[in-house]
């Protein structure tokens, strides 16, 4: 009885180890397969990586400036490796952001200062550049994001994304960025009184520098009437006429059809002659016309403001084709002016806003206009 059980239990010992060598073969086996396409070793080269840099200081903002200016700021980076790090070059993403680093050798845990330099476009709006820092045996350069807003000296809400109103009743802060005073004269085409400001009274006190406009579009409430944008109006030059977007919550997207995206949805051009015709272009992506079969109309919802397309070239940069075209005041046109222009090619169709004030018309003393002549 002992041999048998003895045997038992033994030849249980034998058939449980060879099932575990069963069972353990095919884990062994998976745990030594190697997936496509990736090597059997661990990769040992992290040169594909770029190089261990700590941003020490905060994410750089140049602020906001005036189109065609300058602006710099001091970034810190920081070797955050074991290792010497010898930086061979720095630059930015294109000529107009121009780094300049302090030291170009850093021990491991040793920081240096970078400034950066940018000169600003003529257009408005956020901008954004990459400056990147190459180190020796890193083939993939560190980079880091340096932006500004470029806007009118003239500013709303302090910039940026707060130059906005979403409520029907409120008001909004109109400031000079170089201290100049000036003055506020109109909002949607309304000329401003002392019920429109915060501790102003026009014609009376001085002028300032920066204004809190009291603003009531609670008439738009329910309606269909559709606002997107709040212009005002100064005596700054350059700054004659200001738009920004009244997101209201009847608040809609200009129209246009599926297939083209103009690159902007309104033109603010601020003061213009009448019977004169003011340039202007508007880029638009998607769907295109070929080059023999342009046929592309402009209309405008406003009898006194006529459009005229005077030519379609490509962008200076990016894709589409940008419309070129003029908008002219009639001659009996004067003041605030408001038209929604229409571009049609066939089915497709995109438009956009456009605010002007149209200065009034002046007859020469003499001559054919019934003034004395000689």
């Not at 083939?139 to 029907?168: C, D, F, L």
């Not at 003061?271 to 070929?290: E, M, N, Q, Y």
Request: with cysteine.
């Amino acid at each position: 009885m002992r041999a048998g059980g003895t045997t038992g239990i033994g030849g249980f010992g034998r058939i449980a180890g060879l099932a575990a060598l069963v069972l353990a073969a095919p884990l062994a086996c998976h745990a030594q397969e190697t997936a496509p396409g990736f090597p059997e070793e661990p990769v040992k080269n992290l040169e594909a990586f770029p190089p261990p840099l700590l941003l020490l200081s905060d994410p750089l903002f140049l602020g906001y400036h005036a189109p065609e200016t300058s602006a710099s700021g001091v970034i810190t980076i920081l070797n955050d490796s074991d290792e010497t790090m010898k930086i061979t070059e720095v630059k930015g993403d294109c000529e107009c952001t121009i780094p300049v680093i302090d030291k170009t050798e850093l021990a491991p845990g040793e920081a240096t200062d970078m400034i950066v330099n940018m000169d600003f476009p003529h257009h408005l709006g956020i901008i954004r550049k990459l400056v990147f820092v190459h180190v020796e045996g890193f083939p993939t350069p560190w980079e880091t994001m340096v932006t500004a807003e470029i806007g009118h000296p003239i500013r709303i809400n302090g910039g940026q994304s707060k130059s906005i109103v979403v409520e029907y009743v409120g008001d909004f802060t109109v400031d000079s960025i170089d201290g100049i005073p000036f003055d506020v004269t109109h909002l949607n085409g309304r000329e401003l009184t002392a019920e429109d400001f915060v501790d102003y009274v026009p014609g009376v006190d001085e002028l300032k520098t920066e204004y809190t406009v009291k603003f009531d579009m609670s008439h738009l409430q329910g309606g269909n009437e559709v606002h997107r944008w709040m212009i005002v109006e100064t005596d700054r030059p350059g700054c004659e006429m200001i738009g920004f977007p009244a997101m209201f919550p009847n608040h809609q997207k200009a129209p246009r059809s599926d297939q083209w995206f103009p690159r902007k949805t309104r033109i603010v051009h601020g003061r213009i002659d009448p019977g004169v015709g003011t340039a202007t272009s508007l880029v638009i992506a998607g769907k295109l016309p070929d080059e023999d079969n342009r046929r592309i109309t402009v209309s405008s919802s406003n009898p006194q403001l006529g459009a005229r397309i005077t030519g379609i070239r490509a962008p200076d940069y990016g894709v589409g084709m940008e419309i070129e075209f003029e908008v002219f005041p009639s001659w009996d046109a004067e003041g605030y002016q408001y038209s929604v222009l229409l571009f049609e090619m066939g089915n497709e169709f995109a438009s956009i806003e456009y605010f002007a004030r149209v200065r009034p018309f002046e007859r020469p003393d003499d001559g054919p206009w019934g003034g004395d002549e000689k």
